[in-house]
């Protein structure tokens, strides 16, 4: 099984803030990495796949890199509406997500 | 894009079987190049993919949970089914049905199962 471990677990960031959450993965998947973001009681919406590309609607302040092992989603100039889970998944076998990481208001 | 809806029993007593289904609305389920997938997350934790069935009703179920694992397709109502056998405790979760290419890009809203007597 590959596992995928991000971090933080927890991150605290003001509205305008830059931030980056980390994915790695137990084995290298090439760029078969995606994020997802989810908030209270709704399903996680793809923002990202192949590592780097924005879904259709996703707003351009999401970004994301990395390949084989190391992947980061960024966002530039955090809104109020970013605050939320967000988790990566790796589609290189089969299906495993991250545990998730918060995105909490300071 | 496709929504999903999940229906099914909110309660299922412990040992029995959780049964859901999930109905596909605004494309076929026998659209080429999708897998049908259904996905679990326990209260406050991450996501579990369970396993996936193509049209065809080829499955490809997690590991961990193949050996209690059923998924079906019927393809002239547009819906699969999961069937989860001998549930604990450790099974109650938000379930989700889920549709992918590659990444999941339609999910449906999720429904909360309890294991519960």
């Known amino acids: 099984d590959i596992q995928m471990t991000q971090s933080p677990s927890t991150l605290s960031a003001s509205v305008g803030d830059r931030v980056t959450i980390t994915c790695r993965a137990s084995?290298?998947?090439?760029?078969?990495l995606a994020w997802y973001q989810q908030k209270p009681g709704k399903a996680p919406k793809l923002l990202i796949y192949?590592?780097?590309t924005l879904e259709i609607g996703v707003p351009s302040r999401f970004s994301g890199s990395g390949s084989g092992t190391e992947f980061t989603l960024t966002i530039s100039g955090l809104q109020p509406d970013d605050f939320a889970t967000y988790y990566c998944?790796?589609?290189?076998?089969?299906?495993?997500f991250g545990q998730g990481t918060k995105l909490e208001i300071k | 894009q496709v929504q999903l809806q999940e229906s099914g029993p909110g309660l299922v007593k412990p040992s029995q079987t959780l049964s859901l289904t999930c109905s596909v609305s605004g494309g076929s389920i026998s659209r080429g190049g999708h897998y049908w997938s259904w996905i679990r997350q326990h209260a406050g934790t991450g996501l579990e993919w369970i396993g996936y069935?193509?049209?065809?009703?080829?499955?490809y179920y997690n590991p961990s949970l193949k050996s209690r694992v059923i998924m079906s397709v019927d393809t002239s109502k547009n819906q699969f089914s999961l069937k989860l056998s001998s549930v604990t405790a450790a099974d109650t979760a938000v379930y989700y049905c889920?549709?992918?290419?590659?990444?999941?890009?339609?999910w449906g809203q999720g429904t909360l199962v309890t294991v519960s007597s």
């Open positions: 192949e590592a780097s």
């Open positions: 998944q790796q589609y290189d076998s089969y299906y495993t």
């Open positions: 084995q290298s998947i090439s760029d078969y």
């Open positions: 889920a549709g992918s290419g590659a990444t999941f890009d339609s």
């Open positions: 069935i193509y049209y065809s009703g080829r499955t």
